[in-house]
């Protein structure tokens, strides 16, 4: 089993600046992609930016130029740096990943989620 465990968000005046972070335990062999997904009260949930190996990081429109995704696989996390933040970013904030589990010779495929953080922007 995988857990994921968000931090980072917040209550944040337009224009301002957050950064999540998620990181990952459990018995993790490989990761192979890792991204943010946002919910809005009364919309679905979307994706906000996402990057898997070997491949260039990809942003919903509404969030280029201005988020940035990276990880740090040595410390299987995942993060993203929220710049010129506006009202339309608030949301809450999930991180997802997915790849391979390792027990003893048992290989799992894994797609996990976490909790959610709450990014609030607002005057």
């Known amino acids: 089993q995988v857990r994921l465990v968000e931090s980072g968000g917040g209550l944040v005046q337009p224009g301002g600046s957050l950064r999540l972070s998620c990181a990952a335990s459990?018995?993790?062999?490989?990761?192979?992609?890792m991204g943010w997904y946002r919910q809005a009260p009364g919309k679905q949930r979307e994706l906000v930016a996402a990057?898997?190996?070997?491949?260039?990081?990809n942003y919903a429109d509404s969030v280029k130029g201005r988020f940035t995704i990276s990880r740090d696989n040595a410390k299987n996390t995942v993060y993203l740096q929220m710049n010129s933040l506006n009202a339309e970013d608030t949301a809450v904030y999930y991180c997802?990943?997915?790849?391979?589990?390792?027990?003893?010779?048992?290989?799992?495929?894994?797609?996990?989620w976490g909790q959610g953080t709450q990014v609030t922007v607002s005057s």
């Open positions: 459990g018995s993790m062999f490989s990761i192979s992609a």
């Open positions: 990057i898997a190996n070997g491949r260039s990081p």
């Open positions: 997802n990943m997915a790849g391979t589990t390792r027990d003893y010779v048992l290989y799992k495929t894994f797609d996990s």
